[in-house]
Every structure is written in structure tokens, then in C-alpha cells.
């Protein structure tokens, strides 16, 4: 397959593509496509963005002297270019840490793919991602402010579509990380490391939701205080 092949395959045969993927490991195009995908959101955002507005969001509970400093020092630019390195460092180091996890989980539970054929499984499991990103272009399109949360970019999160909690209060950032394309990825990666293990839906399931559930049950205990 190629990589289109594979991205559709993903969607409605993910079986075969994860087949594919364990007897050709490949990750350049899903890794540059989210990374691009997502680096462009981000200079969309902060282009569009009335500035004022989401520094005095961003800074609303601080003391007046260290909210006129961190005003001053975060213009339009800053705040740009800091967020566009971020995704271009954060993304890569993404897939490379998850596939370290698969690595040493494999090797474990006696998996016998290498960490380039996981590097792979993180990046095209990832891809469900860019759900959020087209989701979130709509909403640049058709809004008719510019006093947009970068909650915008995260348009399927449970925050954006239950909780509403604004900016910086207790909770917001943990329900912004909880989103449908992060089911998504879970149940990509549950088909995969079955189909790469030969074993049981639980095992893949174990496999797959522990290190979900120890990082989210641990930033929920203090993410609300």
C-alpha cells in the first residue's frame, strides 16, 4: 500500500493497514502531515486571534504588577513563534516517547517488533488528530470574532462541547486533553497491537489504555484544585 492506501485503510479496513505497516514500517508521511497540519493551525490562530483580548484572559488571575509584565513581554510574536517551535518539537518527541512505550511494553510482554516498527504504529495511529484540525479551520471560517480561546483548536474536547470552563480556571486545560479523536487513537491502537500480537482483545486493551490511565487518573487528582 501506499500512503494513501494506507490512511483510508486506517479508516475502514484498519486490520489490513496494521498488517501492512508490520511488514513495511514507514512514518514520514503521517509525522510530517500532522506536524504541518497542526503547525499551520497554530499560525492561523494566533494571526487571527484578538490579541488583547486573550492576553487579558490568559493573565486574569494574576496580581496586577506580574500581569502588566507578562503582558509586555508577550506579543503577538512571542506568543506565535513559541507555540510554533512547541509543535514542532512537541509532535516528533510525541510518537517518539509512545513508541518507546511500545517498545518496552513489547518487549515485556514478549512483542517482537522493534521501535522503528512502533515509531510507525504512534505516527499513523496519531492521524485521527487532524479531526480536531478540520474542525477547528470550520470554526475560524465561519466565527464572526476574534476573541477565540485557543480552545478553538481542540474543538472535540469535552471542554469545547460539555464543560465550557474558560481559560485558566481549575480543570480547563485536563477536559481540554480529553477529545473524541483521542478515543479514536485508542481503539486504532487496540486494533493494531491485536492484529501485531495475535492475542486477546483484553490484552491488547491492557496493552494499549494503562499508560492512559495512570497519566489521566493521576492529573485528575489535582487538575480540578
Same mark, same amino acid.
Given at each position: 500500500m501506499n500512503?494513501? #492506501?494506507?490512511?483510508?485503510?486506517?479508516?475502514?479496513?484498519?486490520?489490513?493497514?496494521? +498488517? !501492512?505497516?508490520?511488514?513495511?514500517p514507514k512514518f514520514w508521511f503521517p509525522l510530517v502531515l500532522l506536524t504541518v497540519v497542526i503547525t499551520g493551525m497554530?499560525?492561523?490562530?494566533?494571526?487571527?486571534? #484578538?490579541?488583547?483580548?486573550?492576553?487579558?484572559?490568559?493573565?486574569?488571575?494574576?496580581? +496586577? !504588577?506580574q500581569k502588566a509584565a507578562a503582558s509586555g513581554f508577550m506579543t503577538r510574536t512571542t506568543l506565535l513563534w513559541s507555540s510554533v517551535v512547541g509543535t514542532l518539537i512537541v509532535i516528533p518527541a510525541m510518537m517518539a516517547v509512545a513508541a518507546l512505550y511500545w517498545f518496552v511494553?513489547?518487549?515485556?510482554?514478549?512483542?517482537?517488533p522493534g521501535y522503528v516498527h512502533w515509531f510507525a504504529f504512534s505516527c499513523w495511529t496519531?492521524?485521527?488528530?487532524?479531526?480536531?484540525s478540520i474542525v477547528g479551520a470550520i470554526f475560524l471560517l465561519i466565527s464572526d470574532t476574534t476573541q477565540l480561546a485557543p480552545g478553538v483548536l481542540q474543538p472535540l474536547s469535552l471542554n469545547e462541547?460539555?464543560?465550557?470552563?474558560?481559560?485558566?480556571?481549575?480543570g480547563q486545560a485536563f477536559l481540554e486533553s480529553l477529545n473524541i479523536p483521542s478515543v479514536l487513537i485508542c481503539l486504532l491502537s487496540i486494533i493494531g497491537v491485536h492484529?501485531?500480537?495475535?492475542?486477546?482483545?483484553?490484552?491488547?486493551?491492557?496493552?494499549?489504555?494503562?499508560?492512559?490511565v495512570l497519566f489521566y487518573g493521576i492529573w485528575s487528582l489535582f487538575a480540578f484544585k
Open positions: 500512503n494513501i #492506501d494506507l490512511t483510508v485503510a486506517l479508516a475502514t479496513a484498519p486490520s489490513s493497514a496494521f +498488517a !501492512e505497516l508490520r511488514q513495511r497554530t499560525v492561523w490562530y494566533y494571526n487571527v486571534v #484578538d490579541i488583547e483580548w486573550l492576553k487579558e484572559a490568559l493573565f486574569a488571575n494574576m496580581p +496586577a !504588577e511494553a513489547g518487549k515485556i510482554t514478549k512483542l517482537t496519531a492521524l485521527p488528530m487532524l479531526i480536531s462541547l460539555i464543560f465550557h470552563r474558560p481559560l485558566g480556571t481549575p492484529v501485531w500480537s495475535q492475542r486477546t482483545w483484553l490484552f491488547s486493551a491492557i496493552f494499549v489504555m494503562l499508560p492512559w
